[in-house]
């Protein structure tokens, strides 16, 4: 019996509006896998997701990487409610050693900028052959400390954004866009 399609799922009521659709977001990450793949051929890539908003960008970005790599995640913690704390923590560490390795860590999104350069001199630390960044977002303007990204998605306005990994206090990581939170939050 053929499958049915799946009605069009209603935008989540305390979403002000979309500001990616599921399907930008595929599109650009299977871009952003084919490059990676290009320049990461012949190397060690291990890639670092980064709990728990990078996890849905690595679960596709992944999946669109044609070279052998691995995976490892570290959970670090720098906000509550929508803002941060600017006091970076380890929450989780790395599974395996980073030495020797071209480290390409998958973040959600790069805001103050705090967090990962907290994380890239931490890894830095640890001996590998390179350090990059792969950003699913990047709100360029709201940077308190320099970092670059090597590979971003979408360069998006200073909103609070929720959706594909992205939580208010935990809530609405399963949500298929990005979109903005009515203020207020729920
Ligand atoms: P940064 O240290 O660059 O200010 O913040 C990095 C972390 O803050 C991100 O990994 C993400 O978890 C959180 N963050 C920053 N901006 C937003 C946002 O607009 N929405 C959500 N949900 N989290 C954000």
Do not use: W
């Amino acid at each position: 019996m053929a499958a049915k399609a799946a009605p069009p799922r209603p935008v989540h009521p305390d979403i002000e509006r979309i500001l990616l659709e599921e399907p930008q977001l595929q599109a650009r990450i299977k871009e952003m896998g084919r490059q990676i793949s290009r320049d990461y051929a012949g190397r060690k890539l291990t890639l670092i997701g980064i709990l728990r908003g990078g996890v849905v960008f690595l679960g596709d970005l992944m999946r669109a990487i044609t070279l052998d790599c691995s995976v490892d995640f570290m959970c670090l913690s720098s906000y509550s409610g929508k803002g941060s704390t600017g006091a970076v923590r380890v929450l989780l560490d790395l599974r395996d050693s980073a030495e020797g390795r071209d480290l390409l860590v998958v973040e959600d999104i790069v805001d103050t900028g705090l967090t990962l350069h907290y994380l890239l001199d931490n890894l830095r630390t640890r001996g590998p052959r390179s350090v990059e960044v792969c950003a699913l977002l990047d709100k360029a303007e709201c940077r308190k400390i320099e970092v670059s990204a090597k590979y971003v998605g979408f360069k998006i306005p200073n909103e609070f954004v929720v959706g594909f990994g992205l939580d208010y206090n935990e809530k609405y990581r399963n949500l298929p866009y990005v979109g903005v939170l009515r203020s207020g939050g729920k």
